[in-house]
C-alpha cells in the first residue's frame, strides 16, 4: 500500500504574511488556496495547483504548531522548535492580537464570558467577520482581562510588556479591559453611531483621570476601578449653575482650553451654558458604578463632539 508523504526540511521557519494573515481571518485550506490563485502567486512561482495546496497547509500547519506560544508571547522568543527571526516574531505577535472594530464594538462593554461566546454565532453573522476569526479575537480579550486583572501598575505597560505589543494595540486593549471592568453600556441603540475608536479616546481620558491610579500611583488595579472619593467631588461642580461669575471663569478656562483644537468650538462656545449644566448635572449624580454606566447614553447625537470634549475637560 502506497503512501503519499509530504516532507519539508529546513532552518529559518518560512512563513508567508498574506498566508499568515488568512489563516488569522479563518479561512479553510481550500478558501486560502483559491484567494491566493485569485491573486496571481502562481503566475508569479510558476507552480501547480498541487504545490500551492500543499504549501498551504504545511504553513497552516506551522501557524497552528505557533499557536499555542501567541497565547504566551513571551515564550516565542525563548522557545527553540521555530526559527523565526524577532522582526518576524514582532509581525506574527501583533497581526495575532490585532482585532476587527466592527466586532470588538459588538462586545465591548460585556462580560467575557461563556454567555458572550454563545453569542459569536450572530456577531459573525452580523460584521461579516467569520466565526473563526471572532473565536480568536474573543479568547484574546479574554486572555489579556485574565492576566492583567490581578495585576499592579499601569494597565497599559502591564498589557505592552506581557504581551508585547505595540503602544497603540496596547492602549487598546487596555480600553477593551477597562469597559468590561466597568461594564459600561455601549450596546444601547442611542450609541450606535460610536465607534470602537471613540469609546477607546474615551476610557484613555477616563484611565488617565478618574481611576484611583490617577490619584495614588502605589493602589492595586489602578487604572481599573474608578476612584469614588474623586466621584463625591463631583458634586462640588454644582455651584458653576448657581454662580454667574464661576460659570463664566469655567467657560473662559474651557474655551482657552479648546480653541483651535475643534470644528464644534464656535457652536460649543455658543450654547456653553447649556452644555455646561447638562453634564454638570450628570457629573454630580456619578456617585456609584451604575450612573457612570449610564451617564453617557442620554445625549444626544448631533451634540456628541461638543459633550465628549467638554466631558474629557470636566474635571479641571
Not at 75 to 88: D, T, Y
Request: hydrophobic fraction near 40%.
Amino acid at each position: 500500500m502506497s503512501v503519499e508523504l509530504d516532507v519539508f526540511v529546513g532552518n529559518t521557519t518560512i512563513m508567508d504574511e498574506e498566508v499568515y494573515q488568512l489563516w488569522l481571518d479563518g479561512y479553510t485550506v481550500n478558501d486560502a488556496v483559491k484567494v491566493r490563485m485569485e491573486g496571481g502567486v502562481m503566475d508569479e512561482c510558476e507552480a501547480s495547483k498541487d504545490v500551492l495546496l500543499s504549501d498551504t497547509m504545511d504553513q497552516y500547519r506551522t501557524f497552528q504548531m505557533c499557536e499555542r506560544l501567541l497565547h504566551s508571547p513571551a515564550k516565542l522568543a525563548n522557545q527553540l522548535l521555530f526559527q523565526i527571526p524577532p522582526h518576524r516574531q514582532i509581525m506574527l505577535i501583533e497581526r495575532y492580537y490585532a482585532f476587527d472594530d466592527t466586532f470588538v464594538r459588538e462586545v465591548l462593554g460585556k462580560k467575557l464570558s461563556k454567555g458572550t461566546k454563545k453569542d459569536l454565532d450572530d456577531i459573525s453573522a452580523k460584521t461579516s467577520v467569520t466565526l473563526k476569526s471572532c473565536r480568536r479575537q474573543f479568547d484574546n480579550f479574554k486572555r489579556v482581562f485574565k492576566v492583567v486583572e490581578e495585576l499592579k501598575g499601569p494597565l497599559v505597560e502591564n498589557i505592552r510588556q506581557h504581551f508585547l505589543l505595540s503602544d497603540k494595540l496596547a492602549r487598546d486593549y487596555a480600553a477593551i479591559v477597562f469597559f468590561a471592568n466597568n461594564r459600561f453600556e455601549t450596546g444601547k441603540r442611542k450609541l450606535q453611531y460610536l465607534s470602537f475608536q471613540d469609546f477607546a479616546f474615551c476610557a484613555g481620558q477616563l484611565i488617565s483621570n478618574w481611576t484611583v491610579g490617577a490619584v495614588d500611583n502605589m493602589v492595586e488595579d489602578m487604572d481599573v476601578d474608578l476612584d469614588k472619593e474623586f466621584l463625591q467631588e463631583l458634586k462640588e461642580l454644582k455651584i458653576l449653575i448657581t454662580d454667574k461669575d464661576l460659570l463664566d471663569q469655567h467657560k473662559s478656562l474651557v474655551c482657552t482650553a479648546l480653541r483651535g483644537k475643534t470644528k464644534v468650538f464656535i457652536e460649543m462656545e455658543g450654547s456653553f451654558k447649556n452644555l455646561s449644566r447638562g453634564l454638570i448635572n450628570i457629573a454630580a449624580k456619578l456617585t456609584n458604578t451604575k450612573d457612570v454606566r449610564f451617564s453617557l447614553k442620554k445625549k444626544k447625537k448631533k451634540k456628541k463632539n461638543i459633550y465628549i470634549y467638554i466631558y474629557i475637560y470636566i474635571h479641571k
